[in-house]
């Protein structure tokens, strides 16, 4: 079973930086798509940003220009570079892998990790 472990949560004020890491069980090469998700306390949950296997890359508006989203295949690893955080992207941050296989994408989700920011 696939295990994606987040890490690098925390509390930061506003203005300041984080960098979150999800780390597989397995090559993040087997994956064709890897992305970071978000939920805020009553709201739905919403993607962040993702990265697929060649390295094309998708943000959501609110976070372009502010976020960057990596990977280290040698690590298993993908990365979220958070800077000029703002209360707004207060939320728990999961990891998400998908793997496609014939026509029915299978997904593999984090436990979370929590991002607080304080105004």
């Known amino acids: 079973q696939v295990q994606l472990v987040e890490s690098g949560g925390g509390l930061v004020q506003a203005g300041g930086s984080l960098r979150l890491s999800c780390t597989a069980s397995?090559?993040?090469?087997?994956?064709?798509?890897m992305g970071w998700y978000r939920q805020a306390p009553g709201k739905q949950r919403e993607l962040v940003a993702d990265?697929?296997?060649?390295?094309?890359?998708n943000y959501a508006d609110s976070v372009k220009g502010r976020f960057t989203i990596s990977r280290d295949n040698a690590k298993n690893t993908v990365y979220l570079q958070m800077n000029s955080l703002k209360p707004e992207d207060t939320a728990v941050y999961y990891c998400?892998?998908?793997?496609?296989?014939?026509?029915?994408?299978?997904?593999?989700w984090g436990q979370g990790t929590q991002v607080t920011v304080s105004s």
């Open positions: 998400k892998a998908t793997k496609w296989v014939l026509y029915s994408a299978r997904e593999y």
């Open positions: 397995e090559g993040i090469n087997n994956f064709d798509n």
């Open positions: 990265i697929a296997r060649r390295g094309a890359t």
